[in-house]
């Protein structure tokens, strides 16, 4: 028994390694797709280069890989050779992993927080599919399994913030759950195997030991959890049965004698039987292998995988059929399709299964003349649920809004959830707009009414952006970016509406594309330049210091306002590198004005809270100043009330750090965004900044005199400076004048100007006499 045990786990072995290879070239070949797609949608924001490099090593080690396969599937290896293809194949599965893995070492830190999620959304479903590929090897799986989404996980909790770490730790557990599930399934497939060949190895006896079959085969039948049937091959009735089979069908013995085995399976007849034995009886095959439905006695029914052994040395001729109740490895399978395909938290369909599913249904409207709407929803301030009552208020947010989405849908309408707040609804067979507006007028009205979320009522809004098929274009992804892009103009609008894409949109979002690109080479071109606004004492009219301001003037754009490039950069990852720059640029010229003017002059520097994310502001401003040699009292930086509001202790950290080096820290546009005196109590601030709304508005709005009375009254409690810019005549600056703001900024002194214009400036003696004497004469 021990030689037949052996011969039995040798062939297990040899099968295994049959089916890791016979699943190579599909492998391969969606490897490719899924990893072409993945490489195009980062392109818009990666280096073209980076990515051709790495789809490169991709195509290298996968080409390695069928290479293997070609040599395999020739050599058709025996047990004595099998383990060295087995090493082969695992190597070929780790240097995949490590490549796909890579993706996150390489490209991970220059994306935008959402094509991160994205490229670990992207990995983990990859890893998912490969589950049911390495079915058959464990070890190989784990290889692959912890090369493709360890580097991601390891990544995100480089970055040390919430999210980036909640992102890490359900990677982490992500990976465990599949490595648990792959055991598991790979322990069912052993068994599966080496039943089989149990089996086997009994139709073997049956021919060999006609005399002990009925003990013997009895021992085992009733031995065996398998169902196992021995047949007239001529009329297929059942001459014996194992208490297997009687368990699983609920027979009594005296009920099955006889009983057609057609009877038992559901979904075969007469002659698609013998056509699965004809290899069989033709000697081609051993035995043959086929899934079907076994009917109970209550007719109800179950999913089997059967094997099918002849013997013709019977007589009469018998059929020997083994069958394994598969519900729980289909329902394994069915559950891995689903996590694939469909959202966790709400059961929609996810981006992995809507895009194929997007592309079908453009097919489909193709030839039937009809239209297909693409409504791309976002929630409106879905991060104020979230800071305020916490994340798992906004989950059960999202899954009401779900619910809320399907309830105004018909069957052949089909919502997803893209991640996030964002939502997809795919509208099928509609021959006119009217037909769509109507839709998107009724999703937006079904958010007007509160959501109940525990003891809170939750008042949010929906904005849409809708494309169509083929009004506005031919591509998936021309498509959902067009939808994407009025889902943008929806939420500039007020949000609560819904926007369609339009031409003028698509001009806009060339431009922006056309903007990414330039901007991307910026600062290498040497196309990015700062000018500096003097900062202006009030009473003597002498320069205190300056405002570095970064302007860009493109050759294909000219001159492109900061407010559309500034937003542009933190977008695309590219406001950390800008901003380092601005520092450095800001305090080697900052330097030179001290000899210039014969005084201490401060320069005032912007910083977008993404460099305080990104952990390298105060590494950049100890480096610059090191270089520059400025003084560190003569170094203010600028932060804005968006930073002071991030539900994380990391921003304080940081301006703590900073103001302990001596570094000036200014709260600009004061009054615009999140105002609170809590916040201005906790933060290490010098000076308030009035914004430029509220001045401009002086000597005629009694509003915004109250407001800015207000906020100098505030800062002076609070021992605060307070500087106002926006200052364009001389009535605004007497109102401010009078009310103590001597620190003045505006173009009624000077617009910004270019480094040298400002050293000449200095270099002069440049006193604002007419501010300074029109105050004295008031």
Known sequence: MSDIRG????????????????????????TLVVMAAFAFVLSA????????????????????????????????????????????????????????????????????????????????????????????????????????????????????????????????????????????????????LMLGYENQVLAEHLTQEKNR?????????????????????????????????????????DEIENRNMLDILDDLDRDAFDELLEPVYAGDQESVFFHGRHRRKDCSSYPVEVRLQ??????????????????????????????????????????????????????????????????????????????????????????????????????SDVPA?????????????RTCVEQVERIASNLVGVFKAPFSIGASKIYTSASIGISLFPDDGATVDELM??????????????????????????????????????????????????????KVDAFSGRILGAEALLRWTSPVLGHVSPDQFIPLAENLGLIESIGSWVISEACREAVQWNALSGSELHVAVNVSSHQFRSGRLFRDVEQALEVSKLPVDQLELEITESL???????????????????????????????????????????????????????????????????????????GLDIVAEGVENRQQLEFLYKRGVHIIQGYYFSPPVAAAEFRALLKQGAVYREGMLSLANG
């Open 7 to 30: 011969d039995i786990e040798q062939r297990v072995d040899i099968d295994r390694i049959n089916i890791l290879y016979a699943e190579t070239r599909h492998s391969i070949l969606a």
């Open 45 to 192: 924001q990666q280096e073209p280069g980076r990515l051709f490099v790495w789809y490169g090593a991709l195509t290298v080690v996968l080409l390695g890989r069928a290479i293997n396969y070609w040599r395999y599937s020739r050599a058709k290896p025996s047990f004595e050779n099998i383990r060295p293809w087995c090493l082969r194949f695992r190597l070929g599965i780790l240097a995949t992993g490590l490549v796909l893995g890579s993706s996150s070492v390489l490209f991970f830190q220059q994306i935008p927080v959402a094509y991160q999620i994205f490229s670990i959304f992207v990995l983990a479903g990859i890893s998912a599919g490969a589950l049911t590929v390495l079915i058959s090897d464990y070890i190989a799986f784990f290889l692959y399994i912890n090369a493709t989404l360890l580097p991601a996980a390891i990544m995100s909790a480089g970055y040390g913030d919430h999210l980036h770490m909640a992102i890490s730790l359900m990677t982490l557990i992500y990976i465990a759950l599949l490595m648990r599930a792959s055991m598991n399934l790979y322990r069912k497939v052993s068994a599966s």
């Open 213 to 253: 079959l009925d003990n013997r085969l009895g021992r085992i039948l009733n031995d065996s959890s398998s169902e196992i049937y021995v047949l007239d091959a001529d009329t297929l009735k059942c001459l014996q049965v194992n208490q297997g089979a009687l368990l699983h069908l609920g027979y009594s013995e």
């Open 310 to 411: 002849l013997s013709l040395m019977e007589s009469p001729p018998i059929v020997v059929a083994t069958a394994l109740d598969i519900t729980e490895r289909d329902e394994a399978k069915r559950q891995l399709i689903h996590q694939a395909n469909f959202d966790q938290l709400t059961d929609l369909p996810n981006r992995y299964f809507m895009l194929p599913h997007i592309g079908h249904a453009f097919s489909r409207a193709e030839r039937a003349h009809t239209r297909v709407a693409l409504l791309f929803m976002g929630l409106d301030d879905f991060k104020k649920v979230n800071d305020t009552l916490g994340h798992n208020s906004g989950d059960a947010l999202l899954k009401e809004a779900a619910g809320r989405i399907r309830s105004v849908l018909r069957e």
């Open 417 to 429: 959830r893209f991640g996030g707040d964002e939502f997809l609804v795919v509208l099928e067979g």
């Open 481 to 534: 970016q067009y939808a994407d892009t009025a889902l943008h103009h929806a939420k500039q609008n007020g949000c609560s509406n819904y926007q369609f894409f339009s031409r003028t949109m698509r001009v806009a979002a060339e431009r922006r594309l056309e903007m990414e690109g330039l901007l991307r080479r910026a600062l290498e071109n040497d196309e990015m330049a700062l000018v500096y606004q003097p």
């Open 644 to 718: 002071l509001i991030q539900d994380t202790g990391e921003p304080l950290e940081i301006l703590n750090q900073l103001r302990e080096k001596g570094i000036s820290l200014s709260l600009d546009d004061f009054g615009t965004g999140y105002s609170s005196l809590s916040y201005l109590k906790r933060f290490p601030l010098h000076v308030l900044k009035i914004d430029r709304s509220f001045v401009k508005d002086l000597t005629v709005d009694t509003h915004s005199e109250a407001l800015v009375e207000a906020i100098i009254a505030m800062a002076g409690g609070l």
